[in-house]
């Protein structure tokens, strides 16, 4: 049996973005990989840990409960990691908004009336922008993934 265990960064966030947005397309979004290669880590990971942490609803995938276990557990690792490396780190940005927008609403002047609002009001803001489906868009912001959805 191997005294040491191994977990990479990118599996804990993608537990944490699974829980956050319910969908491989949204975690591999935010960690800017592909979806199989999200696949391919989070069955990894199961296997590593000996335990199923998700389980699949039609196109969605949900926690089990060792899985909301787990995501509670990466949540603790990732937030001492995160807070280590941004001691020192320069923000230039007061605040990150996340905003949803379904794929047939998308467009710049969507993005350009909220980034207008913000500067009106002097706010250094940057904007993170998740595309999906309506539906998906709205579990994402009742999950509290999203600052702002339209869909």
């Known amino acids: 049996m191997n005294k040491y265990h191994h ?48 389980k699949k609803t039609g196109r969605d995938l949900s926690l089990t409960e060792r899985g909301k276990e787990f995501a ?9 990691n995160d807070s280590f490396f941004s001691r020192n780190q320069p923000t230039s940005y007061s605040e990150l908004v996340t905003v949803g927008i379904s794929d047939r609403l998308l467009s710049r002047m969507s993005l ?3 980034r207008h609002a913000f500067e009106e009001r002097k706010e250094s803001v940057a904007f993170q922008v998740i595309t999906g489906d309506s539906n998906t868009i709205f579990r994402m912001f009742q999950a509290g993934g999203l600052d702002i959805a339209i869909r």
């Open 7 to 54: 977990l990479d960064l990118v599996s804990l966030r993608l537990i944490v973005f699974l829980l956050e947005g319910g969908n491989l397309s949204y975690a591999s979004f935010k960690l800017d990989i592909a979806v199989s290669t999200a696949s391919y880590k989070l069955k990894k990971l199961e296997r590593e840990l000996n335990i199923d942490l998700v």
């Open 72 to 80: 509670d557990f990466a949540k603790a690792l990732l937030a001492s």
């Open 112 to 114: 350009s009336v909220i």
